[in-house]
């Protein structure tokens, strides 16, 4: 789906395209990636959506608990299971999928995970009230 404006809320995006508007809850958001000109954001449920905006303008609007991971992607931290090490370098798993960490956002992912785990007494899920999402 291709959409035209996004407007920030206080627990979700409002999405307005050319025949409705979508209200997306910060909380399903699982990852957003840079598609040029395009963001693609997909939801929990598998649904994908595309804005027109940048990478930069689009972390701006973000609740606290999404974090830049490498240089076109972005994951919400809630829905990461774990960040381990591997040979290859540092990994975090959302939906059971390894996603690769820049070794220059590492100790910044890493920090918000810890803190997110631990503001949730150990559930990174959304659905527990993370007061950063």
């Known amino acids: 789906m291709k959409i035209n404006k996004v407007q920030p809320l206080s627990k979700a995006l409002f999405i307005n395209s050319k025949r ?8 399903e958001i699982t990852v957003a990636a840079c598609d040029k000109p395009y963001i693609r954001i997909e ?7 595309h804005i027109e905006m940048t990478l930069k303008d689009f972390v701006a609007i973000l609740p606290p608990c999404f974090a830049q991971f490498d240089r076109s992607r972005i994951v919400n ?10 040979n290859k370098g540092c990994e975090l798993l959302i939906n059971d999928i390894p996603m ?6 590492k100790a910044l992912v890493q920090d918000l995970f810890l803190r997110i ?3 949730t007494g150990g ?4 659905s527990t009230g993370c007061s950063l999402c």
Do not use: M
């Open 20 to 27: 409705r508007t979508l209200s997306l809850p910060y909380n």
């Open 43 to 49: 939801s929990i449920s598998g649904k994908r959506f």
């Open 77 to 86: 931290l809630c829905h990461v299971s774990e960040i381990h090490n591997t």
């Open 100 to 105: 690769r960490i820049s070794k220059r956002r």
């Open 117 to 119: 785990k631990r503001e």
């Open 123 to 126: 559930e990174t899920n959304c």
